[in-house]
């Protein structure tokens, strides 16, 4: 049973009807490939526009954190000239002035002054005063650099909120340092600033310092805050070399796949701080897969016509004619010289084929029937006993063999007037045997 399916299978693939699919199927399978390319390529196309969409978020994110951290600047700078606040020795008044700031401002966390020996001299709130924040990495960059510095994501020490501090220098310009001014800025103000932005849906946006720490996040709020993003090291490195994160798909830290860029905070500290926005690739991927879907299902139902009218189309055209002259080309093998193909004959190659065999086949089976008759009547000349048993025998032989209608023979008579007189007569038909036999008698003198 086993080799018989093989047996047939293998038939199957040599047969006609196979080839000419296979002749379709080169046809239709580049428009599959076309299809892919097409498809990759609007894939690609939608992924450009999802990369296009993220860096214009994170330009648009960066300009909006931008002011906010330039206006808490501007805060710094009219705070370093304020009386009360250079004279920060007097820590009640310059108490008093931080504190009514940070009633006026919701962004504001604790603010103050921080000494030369890296405690806080000066603080909005009495009992951060003393409080040691000498280890920050932003008042020692102030101090050491005498400039404008901004801190990474921190937790502040009296405050216990998440917050980010903007720190500016105390002094004449050519004198000594004399402290650091300090502000943070709520981080859980900064995301609800995040909520009034209009993003598409799905999209993220982070405030990310220069350790690639998330500062605030949207939508993803509290859980991932103080989270180092998955691609940190890159993000940076190309960020603190160009100011600006070339988009990438990313995996974030919720488990998505999203086309993430990144842009510089303007007027920060190189580095420093940074705008992340991620569009999710799952709906620009869906409306490609809905297209390859609809183009596919669309392809395949042409496809499925074409090769049904290449079935039939090599059933009534190419198949069945080919099994006919097959089928009469086999015939002579059983001694039938009667087949021919005359239903196939036509201006095509196939049919001029046919036309060709059915005169051929006619040929043969006249020049078989000749040596038939010959032969038979060469056998009878030798058995005959008489001339007239010879003569019947012949003409049986060219009506039966030779497949003639009728055979006559005739002698001379030569008496007076001379006439043909039948010698020998067959035919197939009565009537037509008794009509050739009046005429040769009618014809005296021939």
């Given at each position: 049973m086993v080799e018989r399916a093989h047996a047939d299978a293998a038939?199957?693939?040599?047969?006609?009807?196979?080839?000419?699919?296979?002749?379709?199927?080169?046809?239709?399978?580049?428009?599959?490939?076309?299809?892919a390319w097409t498809t990759y390529d609007h894939r690609a196309a939608r992924l450009e526009e999802a990369e296009?969409?993220?860096?214009?978020?994170?330009?648009?994110a960066a300009v909006e954190f931008g002011q906010i951290v330039e206006a808490t600047r501007q805060t710094l700078g009219r705070l370093a000239h304020d009386a009360d606040?250079?004279?920060f020795a007097e820590g009640a008044a310059c108490g008093r002035t931080l504190a009514?700031?940070?009633?006026?401002?919701?962004?504001?966390?604790?603010m103050g002054v921080i000494g030369p020996t890296g405690r806080i001299v000066c603080a909005d709130t009495p009992g951060a005063v003393g409080v040691h924040l000498g280890d920050r990495e932003y008042f020692q960059r102030a101090m050491r650099t005498r400039t404008f510095a901004v801190s990474g994501f921190l937790v502040g020490r009296t405050s216990?909120?998440?917050?980010?501090?903007?720190?500016?220098?105390?002094?004449?310009?050519?004198g000594p340092v004399e402290g650091v001014l300090f502000l943070s800025l709520d981080l859980a103000w900064v995301r609800e600033q995040m909520e009034q932005m209009v993003v598409p849906e799905g999209t993220s946006l982070m405030l990310v310092d220069g350790r690639g720490t998330v500062m605030a996040a949207y939508p993803d709020g509290p859980t991932v805050l103080g989270l180092e993003i998955p691609e940190a090291k890159a993000f940076l490195e190309e960020g603190r070399r160009t100011g600006r994160v070339d988009a990438?798909?990313?995996?974030?830290l919720d488990g998505q796949e999203r086309v993430v860029a990144g842009q510089m905070l303007p007027g920060t500290p190189p580095g420093s701080a940074f705008a992340r926005a991620g569009v999710p690739t799952a709906e620009f991927n869906a409306q490609a897969n809905a297209v390859l879907a609809r183009n596919l299902l669309a392809l395949a139902g042409?496809?499925?016509?074409?090769?049904?009218?290449?079935?039939?189309?090599?059933?009534?055209?190419?198949?069945?004619?080919?099994?006919?002259?097959?089928?009469?080309?086999?015939s002579p093998r059983s001694g039938d010289l009667s087949g021919r193909t005359r239903p196939v004959h036509g201006p095509d190659g196939l049919g001029r084929l046919a036309l060709h065999f059915d005169t051929m086949a006619a040929r043969v089976e006249r020049v078989t029937r000749a040596l038939r008759a010959l032969s038979a009547c060469n056998s009878s000349l030798l058995h005959a006993r008489s001339e007239g048993q010879l003569l019947d025998e012949l003409v049986r032989i060219a009506v039966t063999d030779g497949d003639y209608?009728?055979?006559?023979?005739?002698?001379?008579?030569?008496?007076?007037?001379?006439?043909?007189a039948t010698a020998a007569l067959a035919g197939r038909d009565d009537a037509l045997r008794r009509a050739v036999g009046a005429q040769a008698g009618m014809d005296a003198g021939a």
């Open positions: 038939g199957w693939r040599r047969s006609l009807r196979f080839r000419l699919l296979l002749l379709v199927s080169s046809a239709v399978l580049p428009a599959f490939a076309l299809l296009a969409l993220a860096e214009g978020l994170a330009g648009h606040v250079r004279d009514r700031l940070r009633r006026l401002h919701p962004a504001y966390g604790a216990k909120l998440n917050i980010l501090i903007v720190a500016a220098p105390l002094g004449e310009p050519d990438a798909r990313v995996v974030g042409v496809a499925l016509l074409v090769y049904a009218a290449a079935w039939w189309v090599a059933a009534v055209l190419v198949v069945a004619p080919t099994r006919r002259l097959i089928a009469v080309a086999g209608q009728v055979a006559w023979v005739g002698l001379l008579d030569t008496g007076d007037p001379p006439r043909l």
